[in-house]
């Protein structure tokens, strides 16, 4: 963390899954001692280690036109210098907010401007210890180490553009004060109610002005808010923006959604193509054909290279080079999902490699109706990348040009944030003769339709055209089904449930497909341990499935559950679902829990269930 009047010091920990999920960039993070916001890359330096992923790469530039973006990176990190404070080795975070409150005074101090806060850290070997103490508190006479933390002041504002600012406390509540302020000292309370807010911030210089947060609250409450000044604390930048502010309380779910691309390594048929567009990065920038022998030769992973010439690795070279100018000029990437359903859909042990082993298994013999095969990734390797993030509305599903995804950062540094992970999986393929017939079937369901009117006043609540194009019911089926085993398997194989991902392969009209992979993966070169792809075996499986469609039949939330259908003037994009029987973690559900839907699958609505 970068404090002011000081360097660099070592103040809490996180997973590199993180970054990807709830502590990316621009997100405010929750720390023991502090509330902090991660910068944005201009101060990461030069990042990690670069991690290859050459489809996912690819799929990045083109949803960062111009960006210069020639690299994936892991976030800096030297496992070696962990424990040593004196080695500013991390992702770069500062105070945010820094509005700060002191527990015992109820004061309300900033740390910009005044000398009332002080950092205090014991040398850096306890950063959970790390805290801000109110070092001229009249309540407080104990030295600073042992006194109590000033906690974070727990309102923020931000626009639907991207932007975070602070609350603006001094102005808000001398709005309407009758007498002139010598200077603002204010000190904020708040009491227990059940008529509504009751928090409370004073002045205590003399004028006698005060103020209840709730006035900023709601639609209402925005005309007692300063216009946006377009804010981005994680750059320290401010621009032009002309957007309502909305009150955010400190850890709301909606204050940060990160905006990323996962891909899933595959083995390529063409061992010298794949290390070439593996090692892109490292082949395409060497200046002649003799340094280019001795990197080839100096290199352990460049050995598929190796027994060929230097005109044939040249021209190897030159064709990759073609392959991406012509894609990146003449036609639109292909989708990262259709190279991986092709290899998943029609599965050979022949074709795999250290990251990559898919291996068909018997499907249980009461699903095979719905169900043409069952797949056990015994290895697989996937790569997320993040691009951006959004404020207040979460981005449409797939969508990597959200209408206001803020930036990383400032100015172009070559790079995106990336996180590798290893691990196992299980792939179901559903018939596609049985999903189309029910499509058509349901295609005019009254609840398929409400589905349809909501799904359309969505967009139009956030500016977006109509997708005419996304097949509602063959999404609600997948996605159901996948949520239904996702919470089964993980009673059962040893994960958490927020460990587990899913990724959907629901296709387009054009281009339909049926699929759903379950799987968990740790960012350990070693991989996971095997539980969950053992669940694939045709007599759990079943067993699963079983005992999965029994729970979908009822929920603690019913009658509410199974009878909710949205209605105009609601948004919602689920039916017959809630945290009681379907939702999953954000770390998990791809689609932030939308199209969910239990009467696709158990017959809790007239005519619309799937026969099993």
């Given at each position: 963390?970068?404090?002011?009047?000081?360097?660099?010091?070592?103040?809490?920990?996180?997973?590199?899954?993180?970054?990807?999920?709830?502590?990316?960039?621009?997100?405010?993070?929750?720390?023991?001692?502090?509330?902090?916001?991660?910068?944005?890359?201009?101060?990461?330096?030069?990042?990690?280690?670069?991690?290859?992923?050459?489809?996912?790469?690819?799929?990045?530039?083109?949803?960062?036109?111009?960006?210069?973006?020639?690299?994936?990176?892991?976030?800096?990190?030297?496992?070696?210098?962990?424990?040593?404070?004196?080695?500013?080795?991390?992702?770069?975070?500062?105070?945010?907010?820094?509005?700060?409150?002191?527990?015992?005074?109820?004061?309300?101090?900033?740390?910009?401007?005044?000398?009332?806060?002080?950092?205090?850290?014991?040398?850096?070997?306890?950063?959970?210890?790390?805290?801000?103490?109110?070092?001229?508190?009249?309540?407080?006479?104990?030295?600073?180490?042992?006194?109590?933390?000033?906690?974070?002041?727990?309102?923020?504002?931000?626009?639907?553009?991207?932007?975070?600012?602070?609350?603006?406390?001094?102005?808000?509540?001398?709005?309407?004060?009758?007498?002139?302020?010598?200077?603002?000292?204010?000190?904020?309370?708040?009491?227990?109610?059940?008529?509504?807010?009751?928090?409370?911030?004073?002045?205590?210089?003399?004028?006698?002005?005060?103020?209840?947060?709730?006035?900023?609250?709601?639609?209402?409450?925005?005309?007692?808010?300063?216009?946006?000044?377009?804010?981005?604390?994680?750059?320290?930048?401010?621009?032009?923006?002309?957007?309502?502010?909305?009150?955010?309380?400190?850890?709301?779910?909606?204050?940060?959604?990160?905006?990323?691309?996962?891909?899933?390594?595959?083995?390529?048929?063409?061992?010298?193509?794949?290390?070439?567009?593996?090692?892109?990065?490292?082949?395409?920038?060497?200046?002649?054909?003799?340094?280019?022998?001795?990197?080839?030769?100096?290199?352990?992973?460049?050995?598929?290279?190796?027994?060929?010439?230097?005109?044939?690795?040249?021209?190897?070279?030159?064709?990759?080079?073609?392959?991406?100018?012509?894609?990146?000029?003449?036609?639109?990437?292909?989708?990262?999902?259709?190279?991986?359903?092709?290899?998943?859909?029609?599965?050979?042990?022949?074709?795999?490699?250290?990251?990559?082993?898919?291996?068909?298994?018997?499907?249980?013999?009461?699903?095979?109706?719905?169900?043409?095969?069952?797949?056990?990734?015994?290895?697989?390797?996937?790569?997320?990348?993040?691009?951006?993030?959004?404020?207040?509305?979460?981005?449409?599903?797939?969508?990597?040009?959200?209408?206001?995804?803020?930036?990383?950062?400032?100015?172009?540094?070559?790079?995106?944030?990336?996180?590798?992970?290893?691990?196992?999986?299980?792939?179901?393929?559903?018939?596609?003769?049985?999903?189309?017939?029910?499509?058509?079937?349901?295609?005019?369901?009254?609840?398929?339709?409400?589905?349809?009117?909501?799904?359309?006043?969505?967009?139009?609540?956030?500016?977006?055209?109509?997708?005419?194009?996304?097949?509602?019911?063959?999404?609600?089926?997948?996605?159901?089904?996948?949520?239904?085993?996702?919470?089964?398997?993980?009673?059962?194989?040893?994960?958490?449930?927020?460990?587990?991902?899913?990724?959907?392969?629901?296709?387009?009209?054009?281009?339909?497909?049926?699929?759903?992979?379950?799987?968990?993966?740790?960012?350990?070169?070693?991989?996971?341990?095997?539980?969950?792809?053992?669940?694939?075996?045709?007599?759990?499986?079943?067993?699963?499935?079983?005992?999965?469609?029994?729970?979908?039949?009822?929920?603690?939330?019913?009658?509410?559950?199974?009878?909710?259908?949205?209605?105009?003037?609601?948004?919602?994009?689920?039916?017959?679902?809630?945290?009681?029987?379907?939702?999953?973690?954000?770390?998990?559900?791809?689609?932030g829990n939308r199209w969910l839907h239990r009467g696709v699958l158990v017959d809790i609505a007239d005519g619309l269930a799937i026969k099993l």
């Open positions: 963390m970068t404090a002011a009047r000081r360097d660099p010091t070592r103040i809490g920990n996180a997973r590199p899954s993180q970054l990807m999920t709830t502590a990316g960039v621009g997100a405010v993070v929750d720390l023991p001692g502090m509330s902090v916001i991660v910068r944005g890359l201009d101060a990461w330096g030069a990042g990690g280690l670069p991690i290859s992923e050459p489809r996912l790469l690819a799929q990045v530039q083109q949803a960062l036109p111009g960006s210069g973006v020639t690299s994936l990176r892991a976030a800096p990190n030297d496992p070696q210098t962990a424990d040593d404070p004196y080695t500013h080795v991390g992702v770069p975070v500062t105070t945010f907010p820094r509005w700060l409150r002191c527990p015992a005074c109820y004061q309300l101090l900033p740390i910009d401007g005044v000398d009332q806060l002080e950092l205090h850290h014991r040398y850096g070997r306890r950063p959970d210890l790390a805290k801000w103490v109110h070092r001229h508190c009249p309540r407080q006479s104990v030295a600073p180490a042992k006194r109590r933390a000033c906690i974070p002041a727990r309102f923020v504002v931000a626009c639907n553009r991207g932007h975070l600012d602070e609350f603006p406390y001094v102005d808000f509540v001398h709005q309407a004060a009758q007498r002139p302020c010598p200077g603002p000292q204010l000190e904020m309370r708040d009491a227990g109610s059940v008529l509504g807010p009751r928090v409370t911030v004073s002045c205590t210089a003399g004028c006698g002005a005060t103020r209840n947060i709730s006035s900023a609250a709601g639609r209402a409450g925005a005309a007692n808010l300063p216009r946006c000044r377009g804010r981005h604390p994680h750059l320290q930048t401010y621009g032009p923006c002309d957007q309502v502010l909305k009150l955010m309380v400190l850890g709301a779910s909606n204050l940060w959604f990160g905006v990323s691309v996962s891909a899933l390594h595959l083995p390529q048929d063409d061992p010298v193509a794949g290390t070439i567009a593996e090692h892109w990065d490292v082949l395409s920038v060497q200046p002649s054909e003799e340094v280019l022998a001795a990197v080839v030769a100096g290199m352990p992973a460049l050995h598929a290279l190796r027994e060929l010439s230097t005109d044939e690795l040249t021209a190897a070279i030159q064709a990759e080079r073609d392959r991406r100018a012509q894609a990146t000029d003449d036609q639109p990437l292909p989708g990262l999902l259709d190279a991986e359903w092709e290899l998943f859909s029609h599965p050979t042990t022949t074709q795999h490699d250290d990251d990559f082993l898919a291996v068909p298994t018997p499907t249980p013999e009461r699903y095979t109706g719905l169900l043409r095969q069952v797949v056990q990734v015994e290895r697989l390797r996937e790569v997320q990348a993040m691009v951006g993030f959004t404020r207040i509305d979460a981005p449409a599903q797939g969508d990597l040009q959200p209408t206001f995804r803020a930036p990383l950062s400032a100015g172009r540094v070559g790079w995106v944030p990336a996180v590798e992970r290893r691990g196992e999986g299980i792939f179901l393929e559903l018939r596609e003769s049985e999903v189309v017939a029910w499509s058509a079937q349901v295609e005019d369901h009254p609840h398929v339709e409400a589905l349809r009117s909501s799904y359309a006043r969505w967009r139009s609540n956030r500016d977006l055209s109509p997708d005419p194009g996304f097949t509602i019911p063959r999404y609600l089926l997948i996605h159901t089904l996948s949520h239904l085993l996702l919470r089964q398997v993980a009673l059962e194989c040893g994960y958490s449930s927020a460990s587990i991902r899913e990724r959907l392969y629901v296709g387009t009209r054009d281009r339909p497909t049926a699929g759903v992979l379950l799987s968990t993966a740790a960012s350990d070169s070693e991989g996971t341990l095997g539980g969950l792809v053992a669940l694939a075996d045709a007599r759990f499986l079943g067993r699963l499935l079983d005992q999965a469609l029994e729970d979908a039949q009822t929920c603690s939330s019913d009658p509410l559950c199974r009878e909710r259908v949205p209605e105009s003037p609601s948004d919602q994009l689920h039916a017959a679902a809630c945290h009681a029987c379907l939702f999953a973690s954000e770390t998990s559900c791809e689609a």
